[in-house]
């Protein structure tokens, strides 16, 4: 069974602050996502990465940055948090070429 | 500009009756389709997928129908359950094998609601 997990399920900052959230998958897979879900938006990709330190942008990457230094771990980080990044945030994983992606539980990211 | 639009943002079924929750897709160059459901408060869990070289696959209760020339896919739940209730989403990915995989892309879920 694939299992991808989040560092935290609830997380409240403050505006202005550096946020990190991260995620860890335990299949060996070569493809990790971050999205964010937000109601009547579906799920919107921010980034992307399909090897260690690879990142590609997704579709919303603005005030977002990513890093992965291992394979298994991929981390995004909110420089400067914003209200308007309170969401839902969910990692994903892929093993090439399957397109199937596995999620984690998400995060839910409250800004005030 | 939405390439993945699903237009029902909720939908309400009886339990034991069929649920169809539909998807429209612009994109000629979609050519793999996937559905997830997503419960409140964890990650969205692949339900079942479909290749644009087929127009039907089933998974027990679940069948998902794609229709090329529409640029539209279905998704039927028969008999519906209650534990069915959750947010579904439909996702799509282009064609072509890339050693990197390919991104999704998601259309903006319908909430179903399976009453007992």
């Known amino acids: 069974d694939v299992k991808v997990t989040q560092s935290s399920r609830y997380l409240v900052k403050r505006t202005g602050e550096k946020v990190f959230l991260e995620c860890v998958q335990d299949?060996?897979?070569?493809?990790m996502f971050w999205y964010r879900q937000d109601p009547g938006l579906g799920l919107r990709l921010i980034y992307f990465?399909?090897?260690?330190?690879?990142?590609e942008k997704g579709d919303i990457p603005e005030g977002y940055s990513v890093s992965r230094e291992k394979k298994e771990r991929f981390s995004l980080i909110l420089e400067s948090a914003s209200t308007n990044q309170t969401s839902m945030y969910l990692c994903?994983?892929?093993?090439?070429?399957?397109?199937?992606?596995?999620f984690g539980p998400g995060t839910r990211l409250t800004v005030l | 500009d939405q390439q993945v639009k699903q237009n029902s943002p909720s939908l309400s079924v009886q339990e034991g009756r069929i649920s169809i929750l539909n998807c429209d897709y612009t994109?000629?160059?979609?050519?793999?389709f996937l559905w997830y459901k997503k419960y409140p408060a964890e990650g969205p869990t692949f339900l079942i997928s479909?290749?644009?070289?087929?127009d039907k696959n089933e998974d027990g209760r679940f069948t998902v129908f794609l229709n090329k020339s529409a640029k539209h896919l279905s998704l039927h739940i028969v008999p519906s359950q209650p534990g069915d209730s959750a947010v579904y989403f439909c996702?799509?990915?282009?064609?072509?094998?890339?050693?990197?995989?390919?991104?999704?892309?998601f259309g903006g879920g319908t909430r179903l609601m399976v009453k007992p």
């Open positions: 990465s399909y090897d260690v330190k690879m990142k």
């Open positions: 479909i290749s644009s070289i087929k």
């Open positions: 994109n000629s160059m979609f050519d793999y």
């Open positions: 299949m060996d897979h070569e493809n």
């Open positions: 994903a994983s892929s093993l090439p070429p399957v397109d199937t992606q596995y």
């Open positions: 996702a799509a990915s282009p064609g072509g094998v890339r050693r990197a995989g390919n991104m999704l892309t």
